[in-house]
């Protein structure tokens, strides 16, 4: 089979953007079988492997990408599922262009392979032609409990339930998924998706607890002394927002990105009814240019909402995908890049303009990063009736502060070993946002595998390799 030269990726087909920033249906439509082989054929089978070298869970990408180019994308599916639990989920939602594309060969002269689209056309082939069910395994008659239901957790719970383990995963929301249910929007990845991959741990015995918040409902102590389990492993996220600390943030309407979007995901406050509804703004700002920064930002332009993103440095350094920020702009929402709020101005309690100044980028300094610095006398308003804080989030503190021999960094991160995710209390093992703060998916599912290979080792008295 001759390789396909073009330097371009095959397109990813996409809902109209005037059509789809007025639904949450998903975005992307996927790849068709035609357009799946054609982008396959343009991976050179490279021998040294490059690729899976950027990927956090070493998934063979040139092994799935030759099943493809043969049309045999169930064998593609089963070797991603070796090492990816989630290959739907990662493949539409991992910054593959900062990961394994950044690594792929082709890159260099132009645009790499599509590893993300072919791993989210096969894992969508799979979950539309094949309806077999994980076989549970036999029981090893250990026990261990994982705290958090994201994809930490979740990886975690699902490689040691395939070692036999048996394994309780306690949640404190009503649905199981973590990030993927409550912080990333429907448009980009259908709640459906996430369920089956929840009801594949099902499969395998996973036993799943929902509305536990471990610290209060029970402690890490009680799991082992009364529960019988024997090893923990703690993978709640980082769910507590951070403020700009500046007047006016508490004003109605200004609302944490992280209350914002768990009320529109999790409780599906844009539909009209909804139990837990959501204040629609007019003008809404929102504050950051990550990644949750574009997330509330077109769930906001969705609800109907007139959308300006403000960022205090340039379009160049914005830490969001590059595919997100062109689907915003497509979608209308306006940036003000170099642009720093200052307060919130409001009238009769509630929001009515951000106050902002101008910035510009600083010499670079000894870490090679330029700093963006006030420019004098530059100061302005920014009409606004909805103000929403994107600027990051930390680890809660609850269960370091009901747990005794767990030790956190200044930034409230658990410490860990990194070769084996083992905290500073022996038994208990950490991995995800908890330990590291905000981070991507599939970093998280990286340190849910670490840790239940660590886990194994420890139980079955072995040395981790």
Same mark, same amino acid.
Request: charged letters at 20%; hydrophobic letters at 35%; a negative charge.
């Given at each position: 089979m001759a390789a396909n030269m073009n330097p371009k990726k095959n397109p990813m087909p996409t809902q109209a953007p005037e059509v789809?920033?007025?639904?949450?249906?998903?975005?992307?439509?996927?790849?068709?079988?035609?357009?799946?082989?054609?982008?396959?054929?343009?991976?050179?089978?490279?021998k040294n492997m490059p690729c899976v070298s950027g990927c956090p869970v070493n998934i063979h990408i040139p092994a799935f990408i030759d099943k493809i180019k043969?049309?045999?994308f169930e064998a593609a599916y089963q070797i991603i599922s070796k090492s990816s639990s989630f290959p739907a989920v990662c493949g539409r939602v991992c910054p593959q262009e900062t990961q394994c594309e950044a690594k792929c060969?082709?890159?260099?002269?132009?645009?790499?392979?599509?590893?993300?689209?072919?791993?989210r056309f096969v894992a969508?082939?799979?979950?539309?032609?094949?309806?077999?069910?994980?076989?549970?395994? =036999?029981?090893?008659?250990?026990?261990? =409990?994982?705290?958090?239901?994201?994809?930490?957790?979740?990886?975690?719970? $699902?490689?040691?339930?395939?070692?036999?383990?048996?394994?309780?995963?306690?949640? =404190?929301?009503?649905?199981?998924?973590?990030v993927l249910v409550y912080g990333i929007p429907e448009f980009r990845l259908p709640k459906k998706i996430v369920q089956q991959e929840v009801d594949n741990l099902k499969a395998l015995g996973v036993d799943l607890e929902t509305n536990v918040v471990v610290g209060k409902t029970i402690t890490i102590d009680e799991l082992f002394e009364e529960m019988g389990f024997e090893a923990v492993f703690i993978g709640s996220g980082a769910g507590l927002p951070r403020f700009m600390n500046i007047p006016g943030e508490s004003l109605n309407g200004v609302y944490s990105a992280n209350e914002f979007l768990t009320r529109n995901n999790l409780m599906k406050a844009y539909n009209d009814g909804s139990a837990t509804p959501v204040f629609r703004g007019r003008?809404?700002?929102?504050?950051?240019?990550?990644?949750?920064?574009?997330?509330?930002?077109?769930?906001?332009?969705?609800?109907?909402?007139?959308?300006?993103?403000v960022y205090r440095r340039t379009e160049h350094e914005l830490p969001a995908r590059r595919e997100e920020v062109e689907h915003a702009m497509e979608e209308g929402i306006a940036f003000k890049f170099l642009t720093n709020p200052l307060r919130i101005?409001?009238?009769?309690?509630?929001?009515?303009? +951000?106050?902002?100044?101008?910035?510009?980028?600083?010499?670079?300094?000894?870490?090679g990063r330029?700093?963006?610095?006030?420019?004098?006398?530059?100061?302005?308003?920014?009409?606004?009736?909805?103000?929403?804080?994107? +600027?990051?989030?930390?680890?809660?503190?609850?269960?370091?502060?009901?747990?005794?021999?767990?030790?956190?960094?200044?930034?409230?991160?658990?410490?860990?070993?990194?070769?084996?995710?083992?905290?500073?209390?022996?038994?208990?093992?950490?991995?995800?946002?908890?330990?590291?703060? &905000?981070?991507?998916?599939?970093? &998280?599912? $990286?340190?849910?595998?670490?840790?239940?290979?660590?886990?194994?080792?420890?139980?079955?008295?072995?040395?981790?390799?």
């Open positions: 789809r920033c007025h639904n949450f249906q998903e975005v992307a439509t996927g790849y068709s079988e035609e357009t799946a082989m054609d982008e396959a054929m343009r991976c050179l089978g490279c043969q049309g045999d060969v082709r890159g260099i002269k132009g645009e790499p392979v599509g590893i993300g689209r072919l791993e969508d082939w799979h979950r539309e032609h094949v309806a077999a069910k994980p076989v549970k395994p =036999a029981s090893n008659g250990h026990k261990v =409990a994982v705290i958090g239901s994201g994809p930490s957790g979740l990886t975690c719970a $699902g490689d040691l339930a395939k070692m036999g383990y048996q394994v309780t995963v306690f949640e =404190a929301l009503h649905l199981a998924g973590g003008k809404t700002v929102v504050v950051g240019g990550g990644n949750v920064a574009m997330d509330a930002a077109r769930t906001a332009k969705r609800l109907g909402a007139d959308v300006t993103v101005d409001g009238e009769n309690g509630w929001v009515k303009s +951000i106050h902002c100044q101008q910035m510009k980028l600083s010499e670079p300094d000894a870490s330029a700093r963006p610095v006030p420019v004098e006398g530059s100061e302005f308003d920014v009409e606004a009736d909805c103000v929403i804080m994107s +600027i990051g989030t930390s680890p809660n503190p609850l269960i370091k502060s009901t747990t005794k021999g767990l030790e956190v960094n200044r930034h409230g991160g658990i410490i860990v070993q990194e070769e084996t995710g083992e905290t500073t209390r022996k038994g208990v093992y950490a991995g995800g946002d908890a330990v590291t703060g &905000a981070a991507t998916v599939i970093l &998280a599912m $990286g340190a849910g595998k670490t840790a239940a290979k660590a886990i194994d080792a420890q139980l079955r008295g072995t040395c981790a390799e």
